[in-house]
C-alpha cells in the first residue's frame, strides 16, 4: 500500500481512452490544435471569463516559475507563507529568475489578508524602502502545503488587499480539485479572486499538465514566448490539453470527472482522519482535503513502514516525526480499510 | 494529410498498451522508481557507458536549456552553427539562463572541427580576449534542422577539436532516432565522442520526453537539484521513463521499436525525396532523413496547402519559398503515395 | 607616449579643483544631495528635458546592462551593429540579465533606419515568429567603435523607424563629447530622437562616472531599485555627479568644459590623420572623432612599440594588423608631433 | 552638524593630494597599471597571502554580488544573519544572480558556529533535500550591520564549521577599518579564516571602491571577466587602486592611514556612547565601533533633527524609533562635543 502522495497512479481511466481513441489522428503543434482550443473554452466557461487566457505547462514547479516571472516586475519580490511551496521546496526556481521570495509567518500554511496589508504598509513606511525588494505580488496554495484550505471570506479579504494595493494574487492549484471537492469554492470564485493561478493536473489525476489561467489578461502580453522562453512549451501540447479536456467535461465543475475524482479521495480521507482521532492520534492541522498529517514516534513510523509507504514530512524533533498519508482519485477504499486496521 | 511535422501523434502503439498494462499500479516520485531504473540501465547499455547520468526532461528546449546551463561555466558562451536551434528557434532560452550564443556559419546546418579550432584559436590571440566571451562548449544537431547528418568521421574530428581545448562537445539529439536508423553511427558512439546529450523522444515516437545523457559525470554534481531548480522535473517521472524504457526494449539498438519506427519515417522519406528529384523540384538540402525541404513557387505551395499542410520554413524570398514535408515513425504510406501523386 | 586610449588620465583640472574645494563639506548619500540634484538640472536644461529622469553610473557596461535591461521586457532582444561594444567587449553583461543581443552587418560601425525596419518586418514576417526572440529595443554607439559618427539625418531615421515600430532607441555615449564636439549634433537633439541614452565621462574627462538620461521617464518605474538590484549604485553618489556638475558648467553646450575638452582632442586627432593621410598610410575608416585607426604590417606595429603605446584592435591578418591611437582632452600636442614625425 | 553615516565627506586628504600629484601621468586601463600592482601587493602582504587574487571594484552592493555569484554554484544559496546587508538592504542583487538568501537569526547582526553547523546538518538531514537550496556559503559583515564585532575565536570557530562542511566564509568588509581598529584581528587573520572577503573603502576613507581579497585563487578562474560580466569593471580602474595604495601605505597595519582614521572614528564614538550610556539612553546594540544606535521616543527624535542629521534605522514602534549616529575618519571632534551637549 502506498499513501506517499497524490501522484503515484498514471492518470484517470478516461484519458487512457482518450488517448486510444486519438491514436490515429493527428494535430497541430504548441497548442495551436482543435483540442487545445476546446479545452481552454471549458475553463474558460468553467472560469465565467470568455478572455482569459489559459495554456498548458508540465508540472508545478515550472508553473510557479513561468506565472511569477511574467507577473513580477523585474525588481519585485513574492510574497508567500513561510511553509510556502516556492520558499523550501522548488530548489530556487523562483530566484533563478531573478526574484525574491518574501516569506511571512504561516499558521497552518495560511497567511491573512491582514498580514499581507501589514507587510505592504510596512515596506513603505521603511525610511530605507528604495533599497529593499518589494512586495510585487502574493502567492498563496489551495489547499496549502498542509491540506488546509482558505474559506471564500478568506480569499475575498486577501483579494481586495492585493487590489487596495494593486498587486496581482496568485493561486497555486497543484492540488485545486481537492479544495474544490471539499467546499463550495467554485472555479468562477478563483478566477473572479485571483489575478492569475492554475488548475492542477499531475496531482488530481492527469499523467502529467497545469492548466495556467490568467482571468483577465493585457494585450499583447507575449505570455507564449515568455513560456518557451523557460523551456516549458512542449511540442504536443495537445496531448497536455487533452487531458483537461477529458477531465473537465461536463455541465457543470461537479459534474466533471475532474472534481468527482477528488470528492473520493476527500471521502477516502476523512474515514481515515476520523480514524485518527478516534484513536487519539495527535494531528498537528485539521486537514479537510486529502492529504493527513500525523504526529508520531519514531518506532511508530518504523512499524508502520513494514506495512506500506507514506511522506516523512521534516526531519524528525527528538524521537518524534510528522508523516503524511495522501489519498487521490485512485485510492482503493480497501487500502484505507487496511490503514486503519493497522492504526 | 498532415507532414507539417514529426511530432504530430500520440505516441507508439506499444506505450498505449503499456499505460494500459500500468494503470493499476502505483509508482514514487521524481524518478526513484524501479521503471525509471531500468530505462536509465537500458540506455547506459545501449551508450556502453555503465556509470552514465541518464535523466528523463519534458521538451528539446528545455532539455537544451537545462544541458547548457550545466555544462557551462557562468561567463562562458556556446559555440553553434548560426542555424542552430538554440541560435534561433528558443526564444532566448539560453540566453535566459545568462549565456551567449556564439553561431558559427554553417553548411547544410552544420560547423566543422576547423571552425571551432579557428574560433576558439582566434578567440585566444584578440589582445582583448579577457573582455569577451569565452567559448565554453560546442553545441551541434545530429541529424540537423535541414535533415542532414553528421558523419562518423566529422563527429570524431569535432570530439578531437573539444577534447584540444578542453571545451565539452553537447550533441541535441531532438531526432537523434531518424539520424540512427540513417547511418550505422551508434548510441554508443555518440556516448564516446559526446560529453553529454539527448536522446530524442517527442520526434521519435514518445507523447513527449527526451533522455538527457552525460556519459562520464562527475561526482556532486548536484545534476536533480539543477533540473528541478529549471522547473523541468515532474513528479511523476516514471511516466516519461517508462516511455524510453518501452521504446529501448531489445538486445541492440536495431531491435529497438525505436529505431525500427525511424527507419519506417527514413523509408518513406527518401521515397518521398526520389519523386521530387525525380520531377525536378529544387532541393535546398539533400536531407538523408526525415525532413525534406523542397523550393517551390507561391502558387505551387498556395496549390499543396489544398490538399494538406506542411511546414513553411522561413518568410518568403520573392515569390519563392521554402516548405518542409517531415515524414515520421506513424507516417501512413498511403499518404506518401498521395502526396507523390500531387507532385 | 601612450595612445592607448583616452581614459589614461585621471581628469580634468577643474574637477581636481572642485574636490579641494568641497574636503570639508558633508553630503547625504545615494544621489539624495544637492550637488546630484544641480547637476541633473544642468543636464535637463542641455537637453531640453525639464522632467528627464538623470542617474549617474559608474562605468560603460554597466551603463548600458542597466540601461538595456531596463528598457527590454524580459523576452525580448536588441538589436545592434554587429560591431558593436554589447556584441563583443563585455562579456556578456548583456546576456547575464537575459537578454539576447541581435545584431545587424554594420559599415564602418553602423547600422541603417532601413535595416532595422526590414529586421523587424522580417521577424513578424516569420511563420515562427511566437518562437523567436523579438527586437525590443535598437542600440546604437555615437560615436561608434570605429570613430565614425551618425549625421543628424540618419539619427531622425533611426529614431522615425523606431517609433514606427514603437521599440526605444537607446544611444551608447561612452565618447558623446566628441561627437558634440565634431558635429553641430545638440544633447537636445539626442534627448529628442533617443528614448534613452548616456552621457560618457569616463573618457571624456570624469575619474570615472556615465550619466544615464530618459528624457521622458514613465511614472513609478522603479528606475533606483533598478540600479541598486544591479549593484551600480553607489554611496557617495555626489562624488559621481559633482563631476558632471563641474564639466557642464556652462550657458551653452559650447561652453562647457566638457565641451571644449573634447574639442581639443578632435583638433589633435585631426592633425594625426592628415599626416597619415599625407604619408600615405591605410585608413580603414575616416574618422572625425578622436579615435583614429590604421592598417601597418607587423613590423611596422613593432617600430611605433618601441616609442610609444597604442591598442592594436584585433587579431592581426596575415602580418597586417589594425592600431588604434586616440587622442583625449588631456593629450599634449606636443606628442601628436612627435608621433607624426615618427610615421 | 551630519551623523547620517560614515560615507559623507569625500575621501582622505592624502588621496586628495595623490590625485593632484598624478594629474599629469598616464596608466593603462583595467587594473593592468603599476599602481594597481603596487596596491595589490600591499594587501598581499598585510594579509601575509602572496599568491592573493586582488581586485578593486566600486561599492559594496556590486562587491557582495559579484564575490558571492563567483563562489557559489549555480543552485547553492547563501547563508548569513537575517539582518544581513544582502538579505534587506541590497534591493534584491544576490537574487537578481540567481541565488537564494538564507537567513539565519541574529543576536545583534551576528551568527554562530553552532547556527550554521546546525542549519547544513538539518538540511542534510531533510528527507527532501534534493528539492531544497542547499547552503553553498556563510556571508558574515564584520562589523556588523549594528556596529558589533566577531571576536577572533568566533571568526575561528565559524571558520572551520564551514571548512568542516567545505563551504566558504565570506566576510563582507564595508566597514572593516573600524573593526581592525576596535580589535587586534588583523588583516592576516582574516585572510587566514576566510575563502574570500573585502576591504572596504568608501565608507573608511576612499572616494568610492572597495577591495575584493580571494586568499588562495583557483588556477583559471576568470575572475575578471566574471567582473565585467557584472558591469562592475571600470576602465580608470587604477584610480580605485590608488586610492588603496595611499591609505595603505605603511609598514604595520597600524601605521597605515586606513588604520589610523578608522581609530580615530573609533575614539570619538566611543566618548558619544559613554556620554549616552551616562545619560540614561537606551542603547539597543552595546557597539563598540563607529555607529550607535540608540532608542528614543518620536519627539526626542524630532528634537535632534533641528540640530543635526542621522539615519532612521527601521519604521517607528509606537511613539519609540530607533536611530544611528556614525562617526568616521573624518568626524570633527567639535561636532561630537556639541551633540553631547544636545543629549
Redesign the interface.
Known amino acids: 500500500m502506498?499513501f506517499?502522495?497524490d501522484?503515484?497512479?498514471?492518470?484517470h481511466?478516461l484519458i487512457?481512452q482518450r488517448?486510444?481513441e486519438?491514436?490515429?489522428?493527428?494535430?497541430?503543434?504548441?497548442g495551436t490544435d482543435s483540442i487545445s482550443q476546446s479545452a481552454r473554452q471549458k475553463i474558460r466557461a468553467l472560469c465565467n471569463c470568455p478572455e482569459a487566457e489559459v495554456q498548458f505547462l508540465?508540472?508545478?514547479?515550472?508553473?510557479?516559475?513561468?506565472m511569477i516571472?511574467f507577473l513580477l516586475?523585474?525588481?519585485e519580490?513574492v510574497v508567500c507563507a513561510e511553509s510556502g511551496h516556492i520558499a523550501?521546496?522548488?530548489?530556487?526556481?523562483i530566484?533563478?529568475t531573478?526574484?525574491?521570495?518574501l516569506p511571512l509567518p504561516a499558521k497552518e500554511g495560511k497567511i491573512s489578508a491582514e498580514q499581507v496589508d501589514d507587510y505592504v504598509t510596512?515596506y513603505y513606511?521603511?525610511?530605507?524602502w528604495?533599497?529593499?525588494?518589494?512586495p510585487g505580488m502574493v502567492y498563496i496554495t489551495q489547499p496549502t502545503e498542509y491540506g488546509t484550505l482558505y474559506s471564500l471570506s478568506e480569499l475575498e479579504q486577501l483579494s481586495a488587499v492585493c487590489r487596495k494595493h494593486s498587486i496581482p494574487l496568485y493561486l497555486d492549484g497543484a492540488r485545486l480539485g481537492y479544495a474544490l471537492a471539499a467546499t463550495n469554492i467554485t472555479l468562477a470564485d478563483i478566477a473572479r479572486l485571483c489575478d492569475a493561478f492554475y488548475i492542477g493536473g499531475?496531482?488530481c489525476g492527469t499523467?502529467?499538465g497545469e492548466a495556467a489561467v490568467i482571468p483577465h489578461p493585457k494585450p499583447d502580453h507575449?505570455f507564449?514566448?515568455?513560456i518557451?522562453?523557460?523551456?516549458?512549451?512542449?511540442?504536443?501540447g495537445w496531448?497536455t490539453a487533452m487531458q483537461f479536456d477529458t477531465l473537465l467535461e461536463g455541465d457543470t465543475l461537479t459534474a466533471t470527472p475532474y472534481y468527482q475524482g477528488c470528492c473520493h479521495a476527500i471521502t477516502e480521507a476523512m474515514r481515515l482522519r476520523k480514524a485518527l482521532q478516534d484513536k487519539g492520534y495527535t494531528l498537528p492541522y485539521l486537514s479537510p482535503t486529502n492529504q493527513q498529517f500525523v504526529e508520531v514516534s519514531l518506532s511508530q513510523a518504523e512499524e508502520f513502514r513494514r506495512h506500506l509507504?507514506y511522506?516523512?514530512w521534516?526531519?524528525p524533533h527528538g524521537n518524534r516525526v510528522t508523516i503524511r498519508f495522501a489519498t487521490s482519485w485512485a485510492t482503493d477504499p480497501h487500502d484505507i480499510d487496511r490503514l486503519i486496521d493497522l492504526l
Chains 1, 2, 3, 4 share one sequence.
Open positions: 502506498h506517499d502522495s501522484y503515484m497512479n498514471i492518470c481511466p487512457l488517448m486510444q486519438l491514436q490515429d489522428q493527428q494535430f497541430s503543434g504548441y508540465c508540472g508545478g514547479t515550472q508553473t510557479n516559475m513561468v516571472n516586475r523585474s525588481f519580490g523550501i521546496h522548488e530548489s530556487g526556481a530566484e533563478f531573478g526574484h525574491k521570495v510596512t513606511s521603511d525610511p530605507n528604495p533599497h529593499i525588494v518589494p499531475t496531482k499523467m502529467f507575449r507564449f514566448t515568455h518557451k522562453r523557460h523551456g516549458a512549451l512542449i511540442a504536443k496531448t509507504t511522506d516523512q521534516e526531519p
